[in-house]
C-alpha cells in the first residue's frame, strides 16, 4: 500500500504491497513482522524516544559497533528479529504521537501490538479504537495470557510462558530441575503463530473486505506446541515426565555417549531398527521379539537402552555416523553453535547473510537468514536493523503526502 516507504527493488515479493504499523517489542511481535517485511511489506516500527526504543536494543553483552568502535544501539538480540524494518520514534502517551499513529493506522494493512490488554485503550490505539476508524485494518494482539482469563493481567515473557505452558517439565535430565529451551522459544513459536494467523486474516480481508481482531497468547502458543506430549496426556490421563534426550514414542530416539563424545540416533521405524543392530554388531538384539516393535522397544527400553550404551561406546563418533549411514539409519552429530554456523550444510544453504549497513563499523551486519526459499517471491533483505527513530524524518515526511 505504501510503497514509497519501501526500499525499491526489481524482484518481486510476495507482500510487497502491504503495510505494517508495528508497536511490538522484544522477540515475539518483531518476530513476526520481520517475517513480514522478508516477504516485502513495509514495517513501520514504533519506538519510544523516552526509553531509547526496544527494550532489547539494551540487551548487552555483544552489540555492532560504531566506526570508531563505540558501541551502537544494535544489540545482537535486536538485530535478530528487526532487520527489514523502518524505526519512528513516537511518544504515544502524547496527543501529537497519537496522532501520527492514527495518521499511519490510515495506511495500514496490519497493525500489531504487545501491550498488556488495554494498555492502549487509554490512548485510543486499542483494537476497538482503530479498527471502528479503519474496518479493514488486521490488527495483532500478542500478549503473555491472552485478552480474556483469570490471568489476562499478568505480564508475560518467554520463561514464564515456558513454565505455565508446561514444556520446562519436560525439558531437562529426568533427575535434574525442570529446565528452558536454550533460546526464546515460546516468543518465537507465538510469533510463527502470529505471522499464520495474520496471512490467514489477510485472505479474508481480501476476499470481503474485512479486517479482524487477532488475540494470541505466550502461554497459548506455548500449550498448542506441546504437540505429541500433550496428546500424550489427552490420550492417556498420565502426565508425561522428563526423559532427557530420549523421546516418548520412539525408541531408540537419543543422544549416545561414543568413546570420543556424544552422538545422535533416531531409529524411526522397525526397518530401520533391524539394519541399525545389524551394522553395530548387535543382530541378537535386533532378533529378539521385545525387541522387533517399536511398541516393544518402548515398552523395554530400560532394558534395550544400556545395551545399546555400551556397544555405542566403543565406537568413535565417525565410527558410528560412518556406520549408520551406511545403511540408511539417521544419525547426526551434536553441533555447538559456532560449528552448526559455519558447517558445509550451512554454508550451502545461505544460513548466513551478509547485509549493509550505514555508519557501522566494516559496512554490513552479519544475520541469521531466513530459511524460507521461494521460488518465485524470493525472500529479500533490504536494509538492516535500524537505529532507534532513524527514519522518524522520512516517514514523517511521507504522511505529508495523501495516501
Sequence with gaps: MMAEFNSSSETPTALGDIFVLDLSRILA???????????????????????????????????????DGTSTDLSAYFMAANRNKQSIAVDISTQ???????????????IIENYKPDGLVKYGLDHKSLMKAHPSVVYCSISGFGQTGPNRDQPGYDLMAQGFGGVMSLTGDPDGVPTKVGVGIADVMCGMYATIGILAALRHRDKTGEGQHIDLSLVDASMAW????????????NAPIRRGNAHPNIVPYDAFAASDGHILVAVGNDSQFARFCDVIGRSDLGAEDKYKTNSGRIEHRETLIPQLRETLAKLTKAEILEKLQSVKVPVGPIHT?????????ATARGTIVDVAADGIDGGNIQLLANPLKLSRTPVQY???PPRCGQDTDSILETLKTPK
Excluded: M
Design 29 to 67: 511481535g518483531p518476530t513476526a513482522t520481520q517475517l513480514l517485511g522478508d516477504f516485502g511489506a513495509t514495517i513501520i516500527k514504533v519506538e519510544n524516544p523516552k526509553t531509547g526504543g526496544d527494550d532489547t536494543r539494551g540487551w548487552g553483552p555483544n552489540f555492532a559497533k560504531n566506526p
Design 382 to 384: 533490504r536494509s538492516a
Design 96 to 110: 501529537e504521537g497519537q496522532a501520527i499513529i492514527h495518521q499511519l493506522a490510515a495506511r495500514a494493512d496490519i
Design 337 to 345: 553453535v559456532d560449528e552448526a554456523l559455519n558447517s558445509d550444510q
Design 226 to 237: 506441546l504437540i505429541n506430549e500433550g496428546t500424550n496426556y489427552l490420550t492417556s490421563g
